[in-house]
């Protein structure tokens, strides 16, 4: 993993710590600047599951 | 002596099963409440890596046609499961149809999704293609309307007809909307 895969990461546990729930595909684009492309291209085919599994976050729970 | 646990430490996301799992959602509605459970299930079917096409047909051409997809409307006119916010009061359906009713509706609509950070159409539908969705519309609504590629959303992939897209989902789920 290389440093914009763990600066995601990062992303996700500050987050998570403001907001008591994991950042949505959606809110990682909009908050976190990682647009939704690069997300799959960063974690293929599930990005949501595995960065917050890897962030050891809950999975999100939002439709988006 | 502690057993020796073999179990793996990461978890199997299942990505090397080529399950081959794919889902056509046929959107065939323009209303901007119908808009709505066909991209939320792409995107979520997307999520989880499923192989995701969604084909426009009739109404739902407006999802796409880039002059009408900033304004899709909403009406209580033929709902009644439409709900006032204050009680739990349907709509009655005489009111329904009187002026201002549907630009109030829409307006209601558009608040309670914005509210719960669902994107616009045209900006959810940015998101299912850079998530990988396949967008698709019909040979015959393009017609009815008069409409050709230039009329549509650049990330439409083709117009293509009923036996195309019956080709394309060979072995897929269909959802139709």
Known sequence: MTD??????????????????T???RRVQAAGGVPTKRQFELFPKKPAKKMAYIAGLPKPHGCV | MPA?????????FGDDEETGRKLAIICSKGNLDMAYPGLILANAALGEGVETHIF????????????????????????????????????????AP?????????????????DLGVPEIPDFLDQI?????HLWACRMSADMNKYTETDLRDDVE????????IEKTEGAQLLFI
């Open chain 2, 4 to 12: 020796k646990n073999n179990a793996p430490i990461v978890p199997n």
């Open chain 2, 129 to 133: 293609v850079g998530a990988g969705g």
């Open chain 2, 158 to 165: 083709g117009i293509i007809s009923a036996s195309d897209f």
């Open chain 2, 98 to 114: 009187m002026p201002g009713m549907q630009a109030v509706a829409t307006k209601m609509l558009k608040k309670q999704i914005a």
């Open chain 1, 4 to 21: 914009e895969h763990w600066s995601l990461i990062r992303f996700l546990r500050e987050d998570f710590k403001e907001k008591g729930e």
């Open chain 1, 23 to 25: 950042a949505t595909t």
């Open chain 2, 56 to 95: 426009f047909t009739f109404w739902g051409f407006d999802m796409i046609a880039k002059k009408r997809m900033n304004d899709l409307k909403f009406s209580p006119t033929g709902n009644t499961a439409m709900h006032m916010p204050i009680g739990d009061v349907r709509v009655p359906q005489a009111l």
